[in-house]
């Protein structure tokens, strides 16, 4: 297979052939300048009029932490609590505030989403693709992701995300993977499951 | 900034510096045997419950190109028309069907989306995560990716879609980049933009 793939059989390793999501962490931080390398990297991702929804929040002090914790399932919360770094990824609604600057060239491109479902819809659609991007970077840092979906959101939104148009959608922990951190692989569902053709 | 990134220098270039939208393509095919090396690498991916609802669906004949085309926006439909792959990426609503072989740990996890509106919603955000990664991986074949977003999504999941749970999300051109492949990169929101900590 991989005498198809460009990519070195390092980084296939690195990314997505020997990654494996985190479920504990050593107590090594995380710093503001890992994240900041990471996001240079993800950010050339392609996005749909280039509108680039994500917005990563970091759970960096004690307070935010704990009132995150109040949102989170139960199977996630200890895990949650002791990661060196959290991050909230929240798909912006008023994304296309930013088109002007972004994609310039569609002259009143901002005012083409009245309609706030279907605007919500293209922001949680493209914020998704970046976190899927921004997952890989993470990885491309050295560093274990933890993606969660199991929380209250709207608990979230409400709490720690009041007063912006920021809609959560996956919170990751993030750190270098500590004792067991891992489960067994899973079964990946067979390629014709997958892939078919018309 | 690469001082704090494992990824190679080449690597980063190859998925996210200097790839880029293709918006033109040479006609060299893509291969059935490419695809497979793709899916082989970016099925690693980490998606929630290992839930992995994404579908691509291959439009390889030219009676389902055409019916293709009738779905995409005017913007669109030139070089979907030209590009010597077009595949549909789509969520499966009707992915928990396949917990009891992906998530065998969890019994009983098939009947835990009960509601429709919030599996197809699950379905979404996972495969929208596995589009990122997709992206990626045709990336890392080497190729060029056109992701779009702009069609009529209802009619393609009614035309050439129906009779299965799939719901299209983005419809992407892939191969070789042609002519003129490339529109000026555009600019990228700044780090206080996109990051900010709590």
């Known amino acids: ?3 198809f793939l460009e990519l070195s059989s390092d980084a296939q390793d690195l990314l997505f052939r020997q990654a494996r999501t985190a ?3 050593t107590d090594e931080p995380v710093t503001d300048e890992q994240v900041a390398a990471i996001q240079d990297l993800v950010r050339f991702g392609p996005t749909a009029m280039n509108s680039q ?6 759970v960096r002090s004690d307070d935010a932490r704990a009132r995150l914790l109040k ?6 919360r200890d895990k949650t609590a002791a990661a060196p770094l959290v991050a909230i990824l929240a798909a912006d609604t008023d994304f296309n505030e930013h088109l002007p600057t972004v994609f310039p060239h569609a ?3 901002k005012g083409w989403f009245p309609d706030p479902v279907a605007r919500e819809a293209t922001a949680r659609l493209n914020a998704g693709l970046q976190i899927g991007y921004f997952i890989m970077g993470v990885r491309a ?8 979906t199991g929380f209250d959101a709207e608990g979230i939104d409400e709490d720690l995300l ?16 500590g004792e067991n ?10 390629h014709e499951q997958v892939v078919t053709a018309l």
């Open 141 to 148: 840092a050295g560093l274990a992701a933890g993606p969660m």
């Open 1 to 3: 297979m991989n005498d």
């Open 53 to 58: 929804p994500l917005r990563i929040v970091l």
């Open 71 to 76: 949102h989170m399932a139960d199977g996630n």
């Open 23 to 25: 479920n504990s962490f």
């Open 107 to 109: 002259e009143g491109a």
């Open 181 to 190: 951190a891992w489960f067994d692989r899973l079964p990946r569902l067979e």
């Open 162 to 177: 009041a007063g912006t148009g920021y809609k959560t959608m996956v919170v990751v922990n993030i750190g270098h993977p």
